[in-house]
Protein backbone atom coordinates (compact mmCIF):
# COMPACT_ATOMS: atom_id res chain seq x y z
CA UNK A 1 0.00 0.00 0.00
CA UNK A 2 1.43 3.54 -0.76
CA UNK A 3 1.13 6.48 1.09
CA UNK A 4 0.87 9.94 -0.53
CA UNK A 5 0.90 13.01 1.16
CA UNK A 6 -1.17 16.33 -0.17
CA UNK A 7 0.40 18.90 -1.60
CA UNK A 8 -0.38 21.29 1.51
CA UNK A 9 2.12 19.06 3.23
CA UNK A 10 5.06 19.22 1.40
CA UNK A 11 6.77 22.32 1.34
CA UNK A 12 6.55 24.36 -1.81
CA UNK A 13 10.11 23.73 -3.50
CA UNK A 14 8.43 25.92 -6.67
CA UNK A 15 8.69 29.19 -4.60
CA UNK A 16 11.32 31.90 -6.03
CA UNK A 17 14.79 31.46 -4.37
CA UNK A 18 15.87 33.24 -1.84
CA UNK A 19 19.75 34.32 -1.64
CA UNK A 20 21.16 35.53 1.58
CA UNK A 21 24.41 37.37 1.87
CA UNK A 22 25.75 35.88 4.84
CA UNK A 23 29.09 38.06 4.86
CA UNK A 24 30.90 39.84 1.50
CA UNK A 25 31.51 37.86 -0.99
CA UNK A 26 28.91 34.91 -0.21
CA UNK A 27 25.15 34.35 -0.43
CA UNK A 28 23.37 31.35 0.63
CA UNK A 29 20.12 29.75 -0.46
CA UNK A 30 18.50 27.07 2.43
CA UNK A 31 17.39 24.26 -0.14
CA UNK A 32 16.07 22.27 2.46
CA UNK A 33 15.43 23.23 6.38
CA UNK A 34 16.26 21.36 9.18
CA UNK A 35 12.49 21.62 10.21
CA UNK A 36 11.69 20.08 6.68
CA UNK A 37 12.96 16.70 7.88
CA UNK A 38 12.54 16.09 10.85
CA UNK A 39 16.00 17.46 11.99
CA UNK A 40 17.83 14.81 9.89
CA UNK A 41 19.75 17.16 7.87
CA UNK A 42 20.01 20.25 6.11
CA UNK A 43 21.38 21.30 2.37
CA UNK A 44 22.46 24.55 1.93
CA UNK A 45 23.37 26.07 -1.20
CA UNK A 46 26.58 28.89 -0.89
CA UNK A 47 27.71 31.05 -3.95
CA UNK A 48 31.34 32.10 -2.69
CA UNK A 49 33.28 34.88 -4.53
CA UNK A 50 37.62 35.18 -4.95
CA UNK A 51 38.96 35.68 -1.90
CA UNK A 52 35.93 34.56 0.59
CA UNK A 53 36.14 31.76 2.99
CA UNK A 54 35.51 30.40 6.34
CA UNK A 55 37.31 30.83 9.36
CA UNK A 56 38.87 27.73 10.84
CA UNK A 57 36.32 26.43 12.98
CA UNK A 58 34.42 23.44 14.67
CA UNK A 59 31.11 22.05 14.86
CA UNK A 60 30.52 19.94 17.49
CA UNK A 61 26.94 18.77 16.76
CA UNK A 62 26.88 18.00 13.09
CA UNK A 63 29.28 16.61 10.50
CA UNK A 64 29.10 18.73 7.30
CA UNK A 65 29.51 17.34 3.76
CA UNK A 66 30.08 19.81 1.00
CA UNK A 67 29.85 19.00 -2.70
CA UNK A 68 31.66 21.43 -4.79
CA UNK A 69 29.59 22.16 -8.17
CA UNK A 70 31.54 24.85 -9.61
CA UNK A 71 35.28 26.58 -9.55
CA UNK A 72 37.57 25.05 -7.07
CA UNK A 73 37.65 25.21 -3.26
CA UNK A 74 40.45 24.86 -0.98
CA UNK A 75 39.90 23.02 2.09
CA UNK A 76 41.48 22.82 5.72
CA UNK A 77 40.70 19.34 7.80
CA UNK A 78 42.75 18.73 10.79
CA UNK A 79 46.49 19.35 9.92
CA UNK A 80 45.65 18.89 6.01
CA UNK A 81 45.17 21.50 3.30
CA UNK A 82 43.91 20.84 -0.07
CA UNK A 83 42.30 21.68 -2.95
CA UNK A 84 38.65 19.83 -4.09
CA UNK A 85 37.58 20.75 -8.27
CA UNK A 86 34.30 20.87 -8.99
CA UNK A 87 32.44 17.16 -8.62
CA UNK A 88 34.44 16.21 -5.44
CA UNK A 89 32.39 15.84 -1.86
CA UNK A 90 34.24 16.40 1.05
CA UNK A 91 33.14 15.55 4.42
CA UNK A 92 34.15 17.42 7.45
CA UNK A 93 33.26 15.26 10.61
CA UNK A 94 32.12 17.48 13.92
CA UNK A 95 34.45 17.88 16.04
CA UNK A 96 37.71 18.88 13.88
CA UNK A 97 39.35 21.96 12.99
CA UNK A 98 38.47 22.95 9.13
CA UNK A 99 37.67 25.84 7.02
CA UNK A 100 36.86 26.15 3.13
CA UNK A 101 37.85 28.91 0.84
CA UNK A 102 37.55 30.31 -2.80
CA UNK A 103 41.91 31.17 -3.46
CA UNK A 104 40.85 31.19 -7.47
CA UNK A 105 39.91 34.06 -9.22
CA UNK A 106 36.30 32.46 -10.35
CA UNK A 107 33.30 32.23 -8.69
CA UNK A 108 32.59 29.03 -6.45
CA UNK A 109 29.59 26.86 -5.87
CA UNK A 110 29.18 24.54 -3.33
CA UNK A 111 26.48 22.31 -1.79
CA UNK A 112 26.36 22.05 2.00
CA UNK A 113 24.55 19.28 4.11
CA UNK A 114 24.69 19.12 7.47
CA UNK A 115 23.73 16.23 9.88
CA UNK A 116 21.97 16.35 11.49
CA UNK A 117 20.51 19.45 10.26
CA UNK A 118 20.04 23.24 12.27
CA UNK A 119 22.62 24.82 12.22
CA UNK A 120 21.71 26.55 8.46
CA UNK A 121 19.49 28.53 11.52
CA UNK A 122 22.38 30.50 12.17
CA UNK A 123 22.51 31.32 8.31
CA UNK A 124 19.55 32.74 8.50
CA UNK A 125 19.96 34.67 11.69
CA UNK A 126 23.35 36.25 10.12
CA UNK A 127 21.76 37.16 6.61
CA UNK A 128 19.04 39.27 9.02
CA UNK A 129 21.26 41.75 9.60
CA UNK A 130 21.10 43.88 12.82
CA UNK A 131 23.59 43.47 15.81
CA UNK A 132 24.45 40.32 16.25
CA UNK A 133 26.64 38.57 18.79
CA UNK A 134 28.37 36.21 16.39
CA UNK A 135 30.27 34.55 19.58
CA UNK A 136 26.84 34.45 21.33
CA UNK A 137 25.27 32.79 18.48
CA UNK A 138 28.39 30.10 17.68
CA UNK A 139 27.94 29.12 21.12
CA UNK A 140 23.84 28.61 20.44
CA UNK A 141 24.53 26.41 17.38
CA UNK A 142 27.44 24.08 19.05
CA UNK A 143 30.13 26.00 16.61
CA UNK A 144 33.69 27.08 17.85
CA UNK A 145 35.62 29.84 16.02
CA UNK A 146 39.36 28.79 16.72
CA UNK A 147 41.12 31.59 14.25
CA UNK A 148 42.02 32.41 10.64
CA UNK A 149 42.32 29.33 8.07
CA UNK A 150 45.44 28.34 7.40
CA UNK A 151 45.76 28.91 4.00
Not at 39 to 63: C, K
Not at 81 to 103: C, K, Q, S, Y
Request: glycine residues 10%.
Amino acid sequence: MSQSASSTSLPDRNKPAEWSQTRPGERCLIRVPAADTNGAYSLVAIVSDPGDGTPLHVHQNEDEYLFVIEGTARFALGAKVFDAEAGTMVTLPRNIPHAWGNRTDLRLRIAAVCYPGGVEEALRIIAGGGLIDIPALAARFGVIALGPAPF
